[in-house]
């Protein structure tokens, strides 16, 4: 029984929109059963979702992605799957329930025409566990898009969970992590691991034991030839989709882009000679060169964080079109400035840890420290009486 603990969608745009539809593919070709949905799957609403997943063939679960009004789940909320031991011998069924992190403030376009919400996971996995042991399964296995620590509160408060299979960022349990009566495995992200998992079940169905391996998918496990094959062909249609997205917009279009809030590094250098100098001089002011110097950096969804504004309105359309935007630039940390360049006052460009957040991620940058960073970008010499 193949499983998946979410966040399988790839960036939305157009060439990751195929990426996504080309690994859930893959996922039904190999013979996955169940998926469950996290945050990063549903961030554009229900449409996107409902037409990236349709033609799958695969069943998507979540106890609580709900309708913000009626508080009810848009999808099921488990699954139950028949599994056979590798002997053919045994029949067991697991009950298979999905969750993702608590989101207060998460709304977005729902199926109903009511935004979606994510409910606080508590009574909705309790819930969906009990619907699960009433039909009589043999084993329960919660899929969790979540961070250690809450997935571990609700093993903790909710019984009846035997595995809980999670799902955050980059994080992978070297050692499963066994709790009163729930064992907790990560395994990681981007299919760097394979996490497995085998269950030994006395007679009257005890678990006994189980054995877990992650298994790094290196050179030592050969490329099957069709999905070798299968892989090549859609990156090849997300790499086409990426060079016509390119051609299609015509440098009109990127001039009155860029006639909007963004204004770029040298008008801020105008008056700030200091503060411009010094940013020159760290890896931000190259991030653009560092990217075409790698093999793999040619794509948008590379650019997004290496360049200022990508997909912004007036923000970097091209190097040519708009070399002001290339790199990471004043207005990433800062924020659009073109009214503060305007008319120039205190308060704008207020730099927190959400600042460097959208760029520097656990996929990204796994060493990040706010402070540590932020030691190494702040510039010297403050305005006098700014701070
Ligand atoms: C026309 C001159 C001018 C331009 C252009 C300009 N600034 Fe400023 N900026 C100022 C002045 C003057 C202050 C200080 C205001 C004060 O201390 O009263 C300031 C303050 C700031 C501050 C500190 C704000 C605070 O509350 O302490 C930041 C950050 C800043 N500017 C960033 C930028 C960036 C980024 C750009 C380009 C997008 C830019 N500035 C363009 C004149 C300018
Ligand atoms: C628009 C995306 C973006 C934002 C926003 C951003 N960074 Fe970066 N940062 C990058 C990229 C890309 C690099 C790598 C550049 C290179 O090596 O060419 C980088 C590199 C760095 C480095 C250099 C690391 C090293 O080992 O040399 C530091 C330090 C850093 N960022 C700190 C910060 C801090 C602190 C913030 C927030 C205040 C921030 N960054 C915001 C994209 C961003
Ligand atoms: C979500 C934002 C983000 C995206 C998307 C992104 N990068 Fe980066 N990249 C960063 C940040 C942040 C750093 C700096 C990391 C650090 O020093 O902590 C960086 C650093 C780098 C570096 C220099 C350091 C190194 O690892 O050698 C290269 C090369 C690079 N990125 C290539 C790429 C390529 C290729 C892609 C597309 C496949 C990509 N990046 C997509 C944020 C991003
Ligand atoms: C990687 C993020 C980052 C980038 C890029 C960046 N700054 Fe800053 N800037 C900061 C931080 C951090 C501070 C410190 C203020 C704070 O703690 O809020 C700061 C402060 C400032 C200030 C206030 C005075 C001071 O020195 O503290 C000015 C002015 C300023 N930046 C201008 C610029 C200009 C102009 C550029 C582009 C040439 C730029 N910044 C690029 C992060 C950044």
Redesign the pocket.
Known sequence: MLLDSGNFSDNPSPQGEIRTRALLEGMQRIGYSVVNVGERDIRLGWEKFATRTRDSGLTFISSNIVDKQTQKPVLPTHQVVDVTSPDGLLKKRVGVVGVVRFNPIFSKPGPTGAPLAIAHPAEPVRQAVAEVRAAGVDLVVLLAAMHRADAARLANDIPGIDFILGSYGGLYTQQPEELDDTVLIYAGNQGKRLGVARVFMADDGRITDYQNRLHLMGNRYPDAPEMLQFVEEALARANAAGRDLKTEMSLQESVALAAGRYTGNQVCASCHAEAYTHWAGT?HAHALE??E??P??G?A??R???VTALGERGGFTGKQTSPQFASVGCETCHGPGTSHATTPARGYGRVTVASCA????R???P??DYYTYLGKVKHQEPIQGSR
Not at 358 to 361: A, L, N, V
């Open positions: 890896a560092t990217l110097k790698d793999q950096g794509g969804e590379c997004s964080c290496h959208g760029c520097h991620t996929e990204h940058s060493e990040f």
